[in-house]
């Protein structure tokens, strides 16, 4: 047996013993997952249970270096993990941004000391962290944001304002983007990380068209932020912050593939109906069904390329670039399916059938997909210039 | 199996692109093409694919060939594909092979050692109207002797002039539409009562219509078992699927490759029309279309060598979403290339015709989206 059968064999034992069996129960809502923060309210006991003993194992992070809270695991080795989790359909035991986003911008940017505090903190899921990059007049063309530090010797004192920022009102932490030289546009920004609980630090929530509130306004007034609490060098944070969106965009990617059912089209027969033949009895949206099944099924056989050129480091560095456009466009497609499936069913916003709406909600809340974290326009354009190599892009 | 060439299919990859870049570049099918070239193909360039050891690569290492899989075979195709390259390589190395590997040792004896050497061309009698429906398959095998007596109508039968013999799908049982009752033969080109009728195709490939007129074949002629060969007919489907989804990846990345480079140098408005962003958006989608093409056909190729059940969808995944990337990049070319993209003496204009015969061959897009939707039970 080879080493990693043997791992493979090692990891199944343990998830059968310490995986509980409520937490390999479907995902339905937010809270179905563990985010973490000071004072996370575990949905129950078996919630509490699969992060602690995730904790001690270090698979909340499974690839990350011990001494950080992870499991060392190589490579293969995670990739034999999920897939073991996959096949139990156990939940993810922790998700958070500080995981996807903060914590690999870290690893590459970090000190020492920086490592070891704070992705110990997400590692444990002590602290929940939010992103504040993009202001009022500052989306797309995000470099030119203008929230400021000045500088005051042992500290800045920041000023500004953010916007979507996801979950600001239940995030403990912020990796924020100010600018600490107004001389220089892209030079001139800095990566910093601050208490939300920091006095002059307030949040407003902004209600979307799905009727929830998943992003906040931040506003910041003369916020005290210590020297030590930078990432990277001082007006070197658009590195950072690029490095950062290469892992958002993988991660808001991943949207495309669903929640792991094979076929949409399969998903979909009983609210539809069928004909005598067994075909869904709507013929042109049975077609695009079918369409969709074979662009999901492709753009899943990219995530795995994907995934496995990016940890041998063949992949190309924008890739994650055209993966978050296609996989966000994807997303987009299913959701108009789910609604076109459903009928007026899926219309129903409050009754109990519909669970208050969910699915309105979540295909009004996809919307935001090619939007959020680079719209699927800037993905085409960073596309243009840096694979295609095309002239003045 | 991670999703990307190990290092010896890198190693096959970069001598096949060289190989064929050198000996079947674009030129030498315009070459053909303008020689009004009855076969479609060069016998000697077949030779030296017989050299290369490409023609052996799907053939198991006891009959003497190298015993590799869909996934090489795939690296080949797609350099052909990328060059326009004629062969007989996707009907006889890849498909071809795929359905003699599930017959008896005697056919494999007979073929194999000229398909090794570049010399033997088999080609693949399935379809018998416009549109592929294997499953319809009318053509009648009766029981004559101790073989059998075959009669009906066959087209898009690749290059079927210039094979050696045929690989021929009949009815010794059941009615069309069922799949049970299916035989497969292969019936030597000089069979009486067969007529040939060679005819060139949009893309300057040729192709026969195959009429059948009471053809006497023996016992030995059957591939496989009598009345099953359904099995060995979806095994040669699935290789000529899968092999046509790399090859279509081929013609669709040299479409893509030849268009961007033109974007870069075409100037109108005294600029590049590169830098308009309309061209550039439509140019990085079609980037990421190609991508998800080729990830979706290495998956189907890694799980056809791997022998899982899921390689049967996953085939029909990769023919249509190649079918339909490739499909854009050609039109796509075209149009960006402009007026030049219109003319014969453009090359874009060859990706295009070549385009539309693969996505033709072995069921176009919307049949494999179909399938798909059939294996999910929707």
Redesign the interface.
């Known amino acids: 047996m080879s080493d990693l059968d043997q791992f493979r064999t090692e990891v199944r034992a343990w998830l059968e013993e310490n995986c509980p069996a409520e937490m390999r129960e479907p995902v339905r809502g937010d809270d179905d997952v563990c985010w973490g923060r000071r004072n996370w309210k575990f949905k129950n006991e078996a919630q509490k249970l699969w992060l602690d003993r995730c904790v001690a194992k270090g698979y909340t992070v499974p690839d990350w270096p011990k001494a950080y809270g992870g499991a060392g695991l190589s490579a293969a080795e995670t990739k034999i993990l999920r897939q073991e989790m996959a096949r139990i359909n156990a939940r993810p035991p922790l998700s958070s941004f500080g995981i996807w986003m903060l914590g690999p911008a870290l690893l590459h940017f970090g000190t020492e000391e920086q490592k070891v505090h704070y992705l110990g903190q997400i590692a444990r899921g002590e602290i929940r962290w939010c992103q504040g990059y993009s202001e009022p007049g500052s989306g797309s063309d995000l470099v030119s944001l203008q929230t400021y530090g000045e500088d005051k010797g042992d500290h800045w004192v920041v000023n500004g304002q953010k916007i979507w920022t996801s979950y600001a009102d239940k995030c403990d932490w912020i990796f924020c983007l100010v600018r600490t030289d107004k001389t220089n546009k892209y030079q001139g920004i800095s990566f910093l990380l601050f208490d939300m609980e920091t006095p002059g630090v307030t949040t407003k929530p902004i209600k979307l068209i799905s009727g929830n509130s998943p992003f906040c306004e931040t506003f910041f007034d003369n916020v005290v932020v210590p020297k030590h609490q930078i990432v990277g060098e001082l007006n070197r944070g658009w590195d950072v912050a690029k490095y950062l969106l290469g892992h958002e965009r993988e991660m808001i990617s991943g949207g495309g593939l669903g929640d792991g059912a094979?076929?949409l089209?399969?998903q979909?027969?009983n609210s539809i109906g069928?004909n005598g033949l067994?075909?869904?009895d709507d013929g042109i949206l049975?077609?695009e069904?079918?369409?969709f099944?074979?662009?999901a099924?492709?753009?899943k056989?990219?995530a795995?390329?994907?995934?496995?050129?990016m940890k041998?480091g063949?992949g190309h560095p924008a890739?994650p670039n055209?993966m978050k456009?296609?996989g966000t466009e994807l997303n987009k497609r299913r959701h108009e399916l789910v609604m076109a499936g459903n009928g007026s069913d899926a219309l129903e916003w409050e009754s109990e059938a519909s669970k208050g709406g969910a699915k309105a909600r979540n295909w009004l809340r996809t919307k935001a997909n090619s939007i959020e974290g680079g719209t699927s326009?800037v993905?085409?354009?960073v596309?243009?210039k840096r694979?295609?190599?095309?002239?003045?892009? | 199996m991670?999703?990307?060439l190990n290092e010896d299919q890198a190693m096959l990859r970069d001598s096949a692109r060289e190989f064929l870049k050198s000996e079947a570049p674009v030129s030498h099918m315009r070459k053909l093409r303008d020689e009004g070239c009855k076969d479609g193909f060069r016998h000697a360039l077949w030779k030296q694919f017989g050299e290369m050891g490409f023609t052996g690569i799907l053939i198991g290492e006891d009959d003497g060939g190298l015993g590799l899989g869909h996934v090489e075979a795939g690296v080949v195709l797609e350099e052909i594909g990328r060059n326009l390259s004629p062969s007989p390589f996707l009907t006889t190395a890849v498909a071809g092979v795929s359905a003699l590997n599930h017959g008896g040792q005697h056919l494999k004896d007979k073929f194999f050692p000229g398909i090794l050497a570049g010399e033997t061309v088999l080609a693949l009698a399935i379809d018998e109207h416009a549109k592929h429906r294997p499953a319809q398959i009318a053509t009648k095998a009766e029981k004559s002797g101790n073989g059998f007596k075959l009669s009906g109508k066959k087209q898009f039968v690749v290059q079927g002039a210039s094979a050696d013999a045929l690989i021929v799908a009949a009815r010794t049982a059941g009615a069309p539409g069922e799949t049970d009752g299916i035989t497969l033969f292969a019936v030597d080109k000089d069979a009486a009562n067969m007529s040939i009728d060679n005819t060139r195709l949009v893309d300057s490939s040729m192709a026969a219509h195959v009429t059948l007129d009471g053809v006497e074949v023996d016992g030995d002629a059957v591939i496989g078992e009598v009345d099953q060969g359904w099995q060995v007919l979806a095994a040669l489907l699935k290789a000529g699927r899968a092999g046509s989804a790399a090859e279509l990846v081929g013609v669709g990345s040299g479409a893509m490759d030849m268009t961007?480079d033109y974007?870069?140098q075409r100037k109108q408005f005294g600029?590049?029309i590169?830098?308009f962003?309309a061209l550039?958006?439509r140019?990085?989608?079609l980037?990421?279309e190609m991508?998800?093409?080729r990830?979706?056909v290495?998956?189907a190729q890694q799980l056809l060598d791997e022998g899982k059940d899921s390689a049967d969808?996953?085939v029909?995944?990769?023919k249509?979403?190649a079918g339909r990337s490739a499909n854009l990049a050609v039109r796509e070319g075209v149009q960006m290339h402009g007026g030049i993209g219109m003319t014969d003496e453009y090359d874009i204009g060859f990706y295009m015709k070549r385009d539309r015969a693969l996505n033709e061959f072995m069921g176009d897009?919307?049949f494999?989206?179909?399938r798909?939707?059939e294996i999910?039970?929707?």
């Not at chain 1, 694979?387 to 892009?393: E, R, V």
């Open positions: 094979p076929s089209g399969a979909l027969k069928t067994g075909q869904l049975r077609a069904l079918a369409q099944d074979v662009d099924l492709a753009f056989a990219m795995e390329r994907f995934g496995d050129e041998a063949k890739q055209m456009y296609a326009e993905m085409l354009n596309i243009s694979i295609l190599d095309l002239p003045g892009a | 991670p999703m990307f961007v974007l870069k600029r590049l590169g830098e962003q550039q958006h140019a990085a989608h980037y990421s991508e998800i093409a990830a979706a290495l998956k969808i996953y029909s995944v990769a249509a979403k897009a919307n494999h989206a179909g798909v939707a999910f039970g929707y």
